[in-house]
């Protein structure tokens, strides 16, 4: 019953935004770009400062965070490079295989699950926040370096990754919270009210993402990736948390986190370098479908184990 209660309370109120949202995308033709601009440069950055500043924060929570996470990334890494060495995949097929792992949507899909999982919590959304500035650093980074490993391809890296505005936000995030600096209502009330509409926007827009996609059934790679992404990850991540001896909320919502379907910035990735974009997206698309039950799962163990 527990794990029902989880699904119809977490899952589908999520998924029903997401529904809205390709709903909206194949009856309007929504502008994808306009939408991903919306978040990217607007939302998600007024998101990460004012969850900063406003929760209990301290350098340690960062430090332990940022500690999961490079383990958790790097032994991903090892796995996907094994398993596409044991595949022959050829090195298009790798790159794309080890984004669709690597790269999880601890943004737009992660934010909202976190928030309905520890209803509100501060010191809750503030790991989620910390955890998505991360994935986005590691998108725009290796993201990019392992489909276009040549000079060019570093450039624009390094450029796309200076332009992200959420790493700005939770560097201001953090200097007023530790500094304790009292900033005007007038100032913060407009960054909350843009806060309040990360979650709701965010999940239109991947839904409308979602919407364009299609998926086909006879790709093992698609398979093997949701397996990693989904089943494994959750399983590495319990075995690492337990490891740093992280309990609480903490290890909560680090292994929930763990969980999230692959991100849809490795399909816009792959699309930018036109490095088997097909494939990626039927990843993205076939890993957010059944993450309705894994990610009910996950949250239903993080409860069980911490």
Do not use: C
């Amino acid at each position: 019953m527990e794990v029902l209660f989880i699904f119809l309370n977490i899952i589908v109120p999520v998924f029903i935004l997401i529904g809205i949202g390709a709903l909206m995308h194949k009856a309007f033709k929504l502008d994808l770009f306009t939408l991903a601009k919306l978040n990217i440069y607007f939302l998600s950055p007024g998101f990460v400062l004012v969850n900063l500043y406003e929760s209990s924060f301290s350098i340690d929570l960062l430090g332990q965070v940022i500690v999961f996470f490079a383990l958790f990334i790097s032994v991903l890494y090892v796995v996907v490079r094994l398993v596409a060495r044991i595949g022959r995949y050829k090195k298009s097929i790798r790159g794309v295989f080890a984004n669709s792992v690597l790269l999880y949507n601890s943004g737009n899909y992660g934010i909202p699950v976190n928030d309905l999982a520890f209803k509100q919590d501060p010191f809750a959304a503030t790991i989620q926040v910390i955890v998505m500035t991360l994935q986005n650093v590691f998108s725009y980074t290796f993201g990019v370096f392992s489909l276009r490993a040549v000079e060019e391809g570093r450039v624009r890296a390094l450029i796309g990754l200076l332009k992200m505005p959420a790493i700005y936000a939770m560097a201001a995030g953090i200097l007023l919270n530790v500094s304790n600096a009292n900033v005007p209502e007038f100032i913060i009330k407009p960054g909350e009210y843009i806060a309040d509409a990360m979650v709701g926007i965010a999940l239109i827009t991947l839904g409308a993402q979602v919407a364009q996609l299609t998926f086909k059934f006879k790709l093992l790679v698609v398979y093997l990736s949701i397996v990693i992404r989904l089943l494994l990850g959750p399983a590495l991540a319990v075995l690492i948390i337990w490891l740093l001896q992280y309990e609480g909320i903490l290890a909560q919502a680090l292994l929930i986190s763990s969980g999230m379907p692959s991100s849809v910035n490795s399909a816009i990735i792959s699309q930018e370098f036109r490095n088997e974009p097909e494939l990626a997206a039927q990843i993205v698309l076939a890993s957010t479908i059944f993450s309705m039950f894994t990610v009910t799962l996950t949250i239903y163990f993080s409860q069980l184990l911490f």
